[in-house]
């Protein structure tokens, strides 16, 4: 790094915070799990504390960025406390709830914006994609060593089915780790410390492992979208680097490839009973809602959150607030009052904070993004797992409003902009030592 050295420490502590982002939500979930009390607000001080620590780098970098974000963390806990103050002003239980909300979502916030700084004055490419690696290597050890260790808890309760470790929001660490699995693939297909292949190779494997111990519906999709990735980019490859040892290589993995699927195909039964089995407690899952639901694929695919969105429509309906309509009523009431939220970040932030909520995530984000041209063929895969993370969010939720998904959407949105601006600069000294040649 060239920052000064005054910044220099504060960007090296929050680097190893960005990156041991999974840890601490792993820990934050053994606590809650095994240790309850005090210590519970152990990793929600941390995240404070190095979200006071951005803000005061902020200030040092850029007085009217310092502006901005002190002016959108003023408004945020304001919501809060006018929130108790228009739907119920003798009750303020769901303060604290909705300011640990409320925290989170300035954090992203925040956190965008200092990265967003100093790539303006460094080239921290290199450290976005230090940061990625730890991130895609600790996921799958910490969904693996919980379960192998018989600790983890269960992805869906009231069931044996599934293991999220020590995660307590399924969609978010599921979320974590499908785009760190992603990154994975996008490690070993482009030239990027390539001494480390090996290892990605390797940690891509555990989590393919880790998306099946945890069992979700878009993680099991997700294993064969990616798997199927994997192999377009490993062929890929060899086909632009081709020599005679990786002509014969290539040869034997496809003889290889068809004689599986042969084997496959012999022991098609067989392998479809060990599958349904495994999958018979998931399985049984999706005909309950199934028929709960009435036969409506939809809600079945979505786990009943349309289902959830209508009852939270219908409530705000019956009790018209236009306090509400503009500011929102907090994740602490809604889920109270109603009895669930809809699990659907775009609706959520909307029903915790109002319309400054969609703003300070969704609309921030696309702002940030549209300063790379989008429609450029470089990091197309970058985009598109941006553009998932976004439907993600939209349908199951638990993304923006949790710390260690909406960081994954913030490292995506840094590897486009800091890869976009490192191909730049290296295609401008090209041009001007062609003008120096000529």
């Known amino acids: 790094m060239n920052l000064k050295d005054n910044h220099s420490f504060a960007y090296k502590v929050v680097f190893i915070f960005v990156g041991i982002t999974p840890l ?4 934050n979930g053994f606590i809650t799990m095994y240790l309850p009390g005090p210590l519970e607000q152990f990793v929600p001080a941390v995240r404070l504390f190095i979200l006071i620590l ?54 992203f916030c925040i956190l965008l914006d200092y990265f967003l700084l ?3 004055k460094n080239d921290i490419f290199s450290d976005i994609m230090r940061i990625v690696r730890v991130i895609s290597y600790s996921m799958p050890l910490l969904i693996i060593f919980p379960k192998e260790l018989g600790l983890g808890r269960q992805t869906y309760e009231s069931s044996n089915f599934g293991s999220s470790g020590f995660f307590i929001a399924n969609n978010s660490s599921n979320f974590t780790l499908i785009i760190s699995t992603f990154l994975l693939v996008f490690l070993i297909g482009n030239d990027i410390y390539t001494k480390s292949k090996i290892f990605d190779f390797i940690f891509l494997i555990l989590s393919f492992y880790a998306l099946y111990l945890q069992s979700t519906k878009s993680g099991l999709i997700m294993i064969g979208i990616i798997l199927s990735i994997s192999i377009f980019k490993f062929f890929n490859m060899l086909i632009h680097k081709i020599t005679i040892v990786k002509s014969l ?27 349904s089995t495994s999958l018979s407690s998931l399985i049984e899952r999706q005909r309950y809602l199934y028929q709960i639901s009435g036969g409506n694929l939809f809600e079945v695919i979505t786990s009943g959150r349309i289902s959830n969105l209508n009852s939270i429509f219908n409530y705000f309906s019956q009790k018209p607030n236009y306090g509400v309509l503009i500011l929102g009523a907090g994740q602490g009431y809604i889920a109270n009052q109603i009895g669930h939220i809809s699990e659907m970040d775009f609706f959520d932030l909307y029903f915790y904070f ?24 470089n990091y197309i895969s970058i985009k598109l797992m941006i553009l998932f993370s976004f439907i993600y969010s939209f349908f199951a939720g638990h993304v923006f409003v949790e710390i260690i998904s909406s960081t994954m959407i913030i490292l995506l949105i840094m590897i486009l902009i800091t890869g976009y601006e490192r191909l730049t600069s290296l295609k401008k000294i090209f041009n001007e030592n062609q003008v120096i040649e000529k």
């Open 24 to 27: 601490l939500d792993s820990l």
């Open 54 to 107: 951005m803000l005061f780098c902020i200030f040092s970098l850029n007085f009217s960025a310092f502006c901005y974000d002190t002016i959108t963390i003023f408004l945020v806990i304001s919501i809060v406390f006018l929130q108790s103050f228009f739907i119920d002003p003798t009750n303020n239980q769901y303060v604290s709830q909705n300011m640990s909300q409320a925290l989170k979502v300035c954090y």
């Open 118 to 120: 100093i790539s303006k």
């Open 249 to 275: 290589f290539l040869v034997f993995s496809i003889l290889f490839f068809f004689f599986l699927v042969i084997l496959i195909l012999s022991k098609i039964n067989y392998i479809l009973y060990i599958i």
């Open 354 to 377: 109002g319309i400054l909520g969609v703003f300070i995530t969704y609309v921030k984000s696309i702002m940030s993004i549209m300063k790379v041209r989008i429609f450029s063929l």
